[in-house]
């Protein structure tokens, strides 16, 4: 698949994800930022800034398909590491440990 193809999909499957979650993040529920991949226009992150999460990772086999993805913010997403997306889930919403 071409690489502007590929872009174009995964846009659209922002919208949608957008849509679905109400703009909030897929683990702690917070409003989030969309900025283009997650970045601020002049460089860098924000913690709430929008990012595509592949709740299977990609390195596993996991597929950008809309039943794949969700959107998560910056923060969720870069602290997850290697647990699994439903406990981290549970333990961002306070039902583990909290
Ligand atoms: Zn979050």
């Not at 590929?6 to 109400?22: A, D, F, G, M, S």
């Not at 900025?35 to 086999?61: A, F, N, V």
């Not at 969720?76 to 306070?94: E, K, L, M, P, Q």
Request: glycine content about 10%; charged content about 30%; proline content about 3%.
């Amino acid at each position: 698949m071409s690489k502007i193809k590929k872009e174009r999909l995964v846009n659209e499957l922002r919208i949608v994800l957008r849509e679905r979650q109400k703009g909030k993040c897929c683990y702690c529920r917070q409003p989030m930022t969309a900025y283009p991949r997650g970045r601020m226009p002049q460089g860098g992150y924000r913690h709430d800034g929008e990012t595509i999460e592949h709740l299977q990772r990609r390195r596993d086999g996991g597929k950008t398909t809309r039943d794949n993805v969700a959107l998560a913010c910056f923060q969720c997403n870069s602290d997850r590491g290697a647990v699994d997306w439903f406990t981290y889930a549970s333990y961002r919403s306070g039902e583990l440990f909290g």
